[in-house]
């Protein structure tokens, strides 16, 4: 017997439960209507704001708070204030976002091994039935085998030699 995890054994996400899930991280994207989706290509555009960025901002805020006749008239100090205040803000939100990430995909990882172990067990079981000429087997073996299914390796033309070392192919 394969060793399943007991956390998901004899559990199920039922079609109830599942909208329910998406029917909350609906109404969480409804709470963020300011929030941005950007393509690979435009996340490039705009700089990361890192541990020294956000020290070069929280001075550069202090600074335009303490000497207002340095800050020029296009610099809009409430818009960077709101702004800082919403990537803080964020920071906490985006750790319990990846937690949970982490958590649901941690989650199909397991129920993905627990069925393909199952899996495997049935086709073990059909292989050897199919040995012992079992009525069906061998139909349904033939159906699975197929993913077992390898091209001819190919020997690599190349050989190298490495110094005190047989050569490697």
């Given at each position: 017997?394969?060793?399943?995890?007991?956390?998901?054994?004899?559990?199920?996400?039922?079609?109830?439960?599942?909208a329910q899930i998406l029917a909350k991280l609906n109404e969480?994207?409804?709470?963020?209507?300011?929030?941005?989706?950007?393509?690979?290509?435009?996340?490039l555009t705009y700089p990361a704001l890192g541990s020294k960025g956000t020290q070069f901002v929280q001075r550069s805020l202090e600074s335009m708070r303490q000497n207002p006749s340095l800050v020029p008239a296009f610099v809009d100090v409430a818009s960077i204030e709101?702004?800082?205040?919403?990537?803080?803000?964020?920071?906490?939100?985006?750790?319990?976002?990846?937690?949970?990430?982490?958590?649901?995909?941690?989650?199909?990882?397991?129920?993905g091994s627990n069925s393909r172990s199952q899996a495997f067990e049935?086709?073990?079981?059909?292989?050897?039935?199919?040995?012992?000429?079992?009525?069906?087997?061998?139909?349904?073996?033939?159906?699975?085998k197929t993913r077992f299914k390898h091209g001819p390796r190919q020997e690599s033309s190349t050989t190298v030699a490495i110094p005190g070392d047989q050569a490697v192919a």
């Open positions: 017997m394969v060793n399943l995890n007991p956390a998901l054994t004899g559990t199920e996400l039922t079609p109830e439960v599942e969480v994207r409804e709470l963020m209507p300011f929030a941005v989706g950007l393509s690979s290509r435009d996340r709101n702004s800082y205040a919403m990537y803080n803000n964020l920071l906490g939100i985006v750790e319990s976002v990846q937690q949970l990430e982490r958590l649901v995909t941690d989650t199909m990882h397991v129920a049935f086709y073990n079981s059909v292989q050897r039935g199919a040995k012992a000429n079992v009525p069906g087997a061998q139909v349904v073996f033939e159906n699975l």
